[in-house]
């Protein structure tokens, strides 16, 4: 029967070898066929000696999808997206068309705005938005209203396909919404040509020149409240390692290498034991506050680097979301470089594990003080990842919450011990959880439930040309 194949959804990341995950790499591996993009698939060429290879052109993602799903009568599938099958990716529709959605693996990925933002020295310390600028999957006005409540939030943002030789309005407006900010333009994230350069909103409006070096494999993240912007170095001694958040599939190839070659790895102790084997350094944990620790471990690093050798500094989820990595960078301003290496993020594993909740524009807040926020983003059309929830204070999250979409409320995800809720808001609110440490997700706009999975459209089945 073609259900007893195995229906994987597997996140590449941005482009590198270094930032496939060992699961993706696996996932691909373990496929008698590989289906996707073909540019996707050329960034994965290694992995595909013996394997029977489906590839497509942009705008033909249905057709992939309905090939993927057909070919599970003769053998497993893997269907690949870049980045994260979650971020503007394949999870959407791969499960909508899945004969049985409940079945299908997502393999998250590194996302590209993550990566761009690691490779800067940035820092997302409160709070992140990504919204893609392309109105042809999405009407502009909807697109503007997101952008507007962004701002009015003073929310940073990633912006994602900010330009094309048909598109080459919206991202002027777009800056004309968000205002004066610090700007950072990144180009083939993740790959051997990757161009990072720092600008000014202002300066893009202005500058024609730089305007017409943004394309489609451009992402630009502004600055807003609770950025840190420090400096990050390709190659150093210091090194801030994101090992995802939990399983040891979520390490990238970059990480295990880098922890192969340190002398010393500092970390809490779970992170320490999930890479224990990676390396034969030192292991050293400290006690003390977060600020003692972060302090301590960065002092130790750097003697390890001044004596040319390499350091690691352990990181949950990505250094650059809402993690201590930025008080590493913060002490090595003017003293050492330091390297800060990209990780699968908790809310990449988060949104994997529930299915397909957050294909379309998205925000992600540690818990903030103004509950209200959450609902107004919800009402935008984002889906919203709050981080740190305690069980009682669903109460103040939830309210203004349309009763009917999707939520997931999940603790310990890729952890022993882990624990998900997938109930519409109204359930979930009635459902009482007790307990502390829970991220919560409010699935995007265009959501369902269907198997126990979350599905949102992301509205592939419109055909489009850039």
Excluded at 118 to 137: E, H, T
Excluded at 266 to 271: N, T
């Amino acid at each position: 029967m073609p259900w007893e194949n195995k229906f994987t959804i597997a996140g590449i990341g941005p482009g590198s070898a270094g930032l496939r995950t060992l699961d993706a790499e696996e996932a691909v591996k373990a496929a008698d066929f590989v289906v996707g993009y073909r540019p996707y698939l050329e960034l994965i060429r290694d992995l595909l000696p013996g394997k029977k290879v489906v590839s497509g052109s942009m705008g033909g993602e249905l057709d992939r999808v309905r090939a993927a799903v057909d070919l599970l009568q003769e053998g497993s599938v893997v269907l690949v997206s870049s980045g994260d099958p979650n971020v503007y990716g394949m999870a959407g529709l791969g499960l909508e068309l899945a004969p049985d959605p409940a079945r299908v693996e997502i393999v998250p990925g590194v996302t590209s705005f993550t990566a761009a933002a690691c490779s800067a020295g940035v820092a997302f310390r409160d709070s992140v938005a990504a919204i893609s600028l392309s109105d042809l999957l999405t009407p502009w006005q909807e697109i503007e209203g997101r952008l507007r409540m962004a701002a009015e939030l003073e929310m940073p943002l990633a912006l994602y396909n900010p330009r094309s030789k048909r598109r080459d309005w919206q991202l002027i407006r777009a800056l004309d919404i968000l205002g004066e900010r610090n700007a950072l333009v990144a180009r083939n994230v993740g790959r051997e040509n990757q161009e990072i350069l720092w600008t000014t909103s202002r300066k893009l409006v202005e500058d024609d020149s730089l305007l017409e070096r943004i394309d489609m494999t451009t992402l630009v993240i502004l600055s807003g409240k609770g950025v840190f912007q420090g400096e990050a170095s390709a190659d150093a001694g210091v090194n801030v390692v994101g090992i995802g958040p939990g399983d040891r599939g979520h390490v990238t190839r970059e990480a295990e290498s880098i922890l192969q070659r340190s002398a010393k790895i500092f970390g809490a102790e779970r992170y320490l034991h999930l890479v224990g084997d990676l390396s034969p350094g030192e292991k050293v944990t400290h006690a003390g506050s977060c600020r003692e620790r972060m302090a301590a471990r960065f002092q130790e690093a750097r003697s390890v680097a001044e004596k040319s050798k390499k350091a690691s500094i352990l990181t949950g989820g990505d250094p650059s979301v809402f993690s201590s990595g930025w008080r590493i960078m913060d002490q090595a301003r003017g003293s050492v470089g330091v390297h800060i290496s990209p990780g699968v993020s908790a809310f990449s594993s988060v949104a994997a594990k529930a299915g397909a909740p957050l294909v379309n524009d998205f925000a992600l807040l540690s818990m903030p003080r103004d509950p209200s926020a959450v609902s107004c983003l919800a009402k935008a059309g984002f889906g919203v990842v709050i981080y740190n929830v305690k069980g009682h204070e669903l109460s103040s999250l939830l309210p203004g919450i349309d009763p009917a979409r999707p939520c997931t409320l999940a603790r310990d995800v890729a952890r022993e011990g882990e624990e998900m809720m997938i109930l519409t808001a109204e359930d979930l609110q009635c459902a009482r959880p007790s307990g502390f440490r829970f991220t919560l997700l409010i699935a995007s706009a265009n959501s369902y439930i269907k198997d126990g999975r979350i599905i949102a459209r992301r509205g592939y089945e419109n055909k489009y040309s850039y």
